[in-house]
């Protein structure tokens, strides 16, 4: 089998006025569609990360993919590696800010669906096969401003309250998570306390300002919350400040942030400053990567979760995939998919029902791209006015003079 | 694809009265050749430890492998995982003596090789690709007694010269491996050197005395052999005593002995113990669990390599496979192949040609299995007269009372 073509669709996806540490989601999330066809007629399809960047790395990467058999993962991965290393000055730089990782990630996603149809076999399998047939996600808490959508304003612990419920009545949510970084810290530790009573002890919960807060402010929020919070994620920022944090905090720490790839794995682990690893196959290198993260976090004692962006189906149906095959992924995971309302794949959004995802039966990743739907979101993404995600620009429009806590809330 | 029957055969293979720190190699080498057979008519085939153990553990894990998707690899990890847990009383004395990670190596070999045979791709392709197209060995160079072979006595330094020199023109070895802890340290010693003249500075020599040594020993040898040797293997018992040589030692030191799990690396990599990693599919759970070593190799600046016992064709073949496909693996490999005149597949025994051999074409392993040859292998085993491995008792038989060195020599 041999690719014959690479494509790299840059979309932009309605998204609803999030906020974060890092400031507020605009009015489109980025993504790219990756289409790889091969002459066996089956196409493999993929989804990453959007904008500029992407697009000059696979334009960039183009010639390492047309013509390598699609089985031929770790060569590739190996190529793009030392490709970019060499051409560090050639390399466009739009190209440069999406790494490696990300590049080969999203290349062999699509691989893997192609393969996947080829033998008709599921990406699961692929990957050594399911040891669950449904992934658990969590409800994904956001403050937001109003806008244009359906749950309008929410800024107070109660207007949480009622959004968990929501979530919870729509989609059987589990466990709860909730972005914080965005109010005082005073108010975030009110608001999980109003999670708690509201949905009592039986949903776990979860905070993460997204390392805005100080190490002072880690420790007492951590020790206030001791009994009630599942994790917590990313308190504070680096490796370091982690380390501080977790040798107070009565409950475990995750990160999505201060350990990124694997070259962080042994300078985390040596200073104990996380208990939980946040996966993401997006940005750890692929899906198989992400069943070696596994292994790591068994051998070495590290739990396992699953961090998400704002995404599309194609990226669900992958993640679920993933967390099908990893058996050290025993925390319900992240996912923004219910803040989407647009999608690219045929028969519209993948259901999420008791809190989970099924497994898609068909082989490969199990979805189809709808051409007609991903063309539209293309040209909202020519109509969308950016090409480089930017929350805190897009909050200094509402409060001019507007900077995300880094580490000092 | 569900399989149909699995099927464990023992064989006997002749094999040279090659010495080491735990004694003599006895006039046989067991071996036990795994086939899963399939509803698609296809047949997966393995190679593993041999003997009474591997046996019961077969039989034990019977219900747990027919009715199988073949597929289906990590749920069956866990399973039997769970199951030798379960039934640690009830699983038979025997069994237990062949752990659960050996025992799904031995099911994954085969279900590889039926999957790659289903779907015409070679196994390396299954493990992400080959990096390499030919995987290099080094010579394994033992000191022996006069046999039934055509090697004769070799208990000097000069004898290992002459024995190197013949495994040198007979298959291009690049690299030498001479098994020590035999005789005196200080012979050894001298042995590595005479090595070093005869063949000069670019073939890189190795000395693995099976962790017979003091730590004083180890010392004094390694500050002896700074500059000569490519690697130091296991001159010491345990990952503290690796440790304490390590500190010293101006070489790396390897390991196929402290750290032969994965949950032996969290400590090994925090007291510094090693620096290169012998890994062994057999051993360490598989194909896929090396090449998820391999990711942990990287992340944690560990070197890697491959560790061998007395095998077979279908052994060499999966070997090739995993170290073709695990980029990590840049030393040359250990295989004690050149010691076997037996063989099981069809055509006899693989080349090894200019130190190297290279991946077998067909699907799958590219071996198929030579019944006629298995059934006298099988013959051979029942007459054999042993099943479980002594080399020490063997060692008993000529000097009575003999008893192995364990890091006091």
Redesign the interface.
């Given at each position: 089998m041999i690719v014959t073509e690479l494509r790299a669709t840059p979309v932009a996806v309605a998204d609803p006025p999030l906020r974060s540490a890092f400031g507020l989601h605009a009015p489109f999330a980025l993504r790219t569609i990756v289409e790889l066809e091969t002459d066996e007629g089956v196409t493999g399809i993929g989804e990453t990360y959007g904008g500029a960047a992407p697009l000059a790395a696979f334009a960039a990467a183009r010639s390492l993919v047309i013509g390598r058999?699609p089985?031929?993962?770790?060569?590739?991965r190996?190529a793009i590696g030392s490709r970019v290393a060499e051409h560090a000055e050639g390399w466009a730089w739009e190209a440069r800010r999406f790494g490696p990782a990300a590049l080969f990630s999203a290349i062999e996603v699509a691989a893997l669906d192609a393969i996947g149809q080829s033998?008709g076999?599921r990406v699961c399998?692929?990957?050594?096969?399911?040891?669950r047939e449904r992934v658990d996600f969590a409800a994904y808490l956001f403050f937001k401003h109003g806008g244009n959508d359906a749950w309008g304003e929410v800024l107070s612990p109660d207007a949480i309250v009622a959004e968990a419920r929501t979530m919870r009545d729509r989609y059987g949510f589990r466990s709860l998570k909730l972005k914080g970084g965005v109010l005082d810290p005073e108010v975030e530790v009110q608001t999980i306390f109003c999670l708690r009573e509201a949905f009592g002890s039986a949903v776990p919960l979860r905070l993460d300002p997204n390392a805005a807060w100080s190490v002072a402010t880690a420790h007492s929020v951590a020790t206030r919350l001791d009994g009630v919070l599942e994790y917590l994620e990313d308190p504070v920022p680096g490796i370091d400040g982690m380390a501080d944090v977790a040798a107070v905090a009565p409950m475990p720490l995750a990160t999505n942030m201060c350990v990124t790839a694997?070259?962080h794995?042994?300078e985390a682990?040596?200073k104990r400053a996380v208990a939980i690893v946040l996966s993401d196959h997006h940005m750890w290198g692929g899906m198989?990567?992400t069943?070696?993260?596994g292994?790591?976090c068994?051998?070495?004692?590290l739990g396992m979760s699953m961090h998400s962006n704002s995404h599309l189906g194609i990226s669900l149906a992958a993640m679920t995939h993933v967390a099908a095959?990893v058996?050290e992924i025993t925390f319900a995971c992240d996912t923004h998919y219910p803040w989407q309302t647009e999608e690219v794949i045929v028969g519209g959004k993948l259901a999420i029902e008791g809190g989970a995802v099924a497994l898609p039966a068909g082989p490969g990743l199990g979805v189809t791209l709808d051409r007609d739907a991903m063309g539209a979101l293309h040209e909202q993404y020519l109509r969308a006015g950016f090409t480089v995600r930017d929350d805190a620009a897009e909050m200094r429009k509402i409060e001019p003079g507007w900077r995300p806590h880094v580490g000092d809330w």
């Amino acid at each position: 089998m041999i690719v014959t073509e690479l494509r790299a669709t840059p979309v932009a996806v309605a998204d609803p006025p999030l906020r974060s540490a890092f400031g507020l989601h605009a009015p489109f999330a980025l993504r790219t569609i990756v289409e790889l066809e091969t002459d066996e007629g089956v196409t493999g399809i993929g989804e990453t990360y959007g904008g500029a960047a992407p697009l000059a790395a696979f334009a960039a990467a183009r010639s390492l993919v047309i013509g390598r058999d699609p089985y031929d993962l770790t060569p590739l991965r190996l190529a793009i590696g030392s490709r970019v290393a060499e051409h560090a000055e050639g390399w466009a730089w739009e190209a440069r800010r999406f790494g490696p990782a990300a590049l080969f990630s999203a290349i062999e996603v699509a691989a893997l669906d192609a393969i996947g149809q080829s033998t008709g076999r599921r990406v699961c399998d692929l990957l050594g096969g399911p040891v669950r047939e449904r992934v658990d996600f969590a409800a994904y808490l956001f403050f937001k401003h109003g806008g244009n959508d359906a749950w309008g304003e929410v800024l107070s612990p109660d207007a949480i309250v009622a959004e968990a419920r929501t979530m919870r009545d729509r989609y059987g949510f589990r466990s709860l998570k909730l972005k914080g970084g965005v109010l005082d810290p005073e108010v975030e530790v009110q608001t999980i306390f109003c999670l708690r009573e509201a949905f009592g002890s039986a949903v776990p919960l979860r905070l993460d300002p997204n390392a805005a807060w100080s190490v002072a402010t880690a420790h007492s929020v951590a020790t206030r919350l001791d009994g009630v919070l599942e994790y917590l994620e990313d308190p504070v920022p680096g490796i370091d400040g982690m380390a501080d944090v977790a040798a107070v905090a009565p409950m475990p720490l995750a990160t999505n942030m201060c350990v990124t790839a694997f070259d962080h794995l042994p300078e985390a682990i040596a200073k104990r400053a996380v208990a939980i690893v946040l996966s993401d196959h997006h940005m750890w290198g692929g899906m198989r990567a992400t069943v070696e993260l596994g292994r790591i976090c068994r051998s070495f004692g590290l739990g396992m979760s699953m961090h998400s962006n704002s995404h599309l189906g194609i990226s669900l149906a992958a993640m679920t995939h993933v967390a099908a095959a990893v058996p050290e992924i025993t925390f319900a995971c992240d996912t923004h998919y219910p803040w989407q309302t647009e999608e690219v794949i045929v028969g519209g959004k993948l259901a999420i029902e008791g809190g989970a995802v099924a497994l898609p039966a068909g082989p490969g990743l199990g979805v189809t791209l709808d051409r007609d739907a991903m063309g539209a979101l293309h040209e909202q993404y020519l109509r969308a006015g950016f090409t480089v995600r930017d929350d805190a620009a897009e909050m200094r429009k509402i409060e001019p003079g507007w900077r995300p806590h880094v580490g000092d809330w």
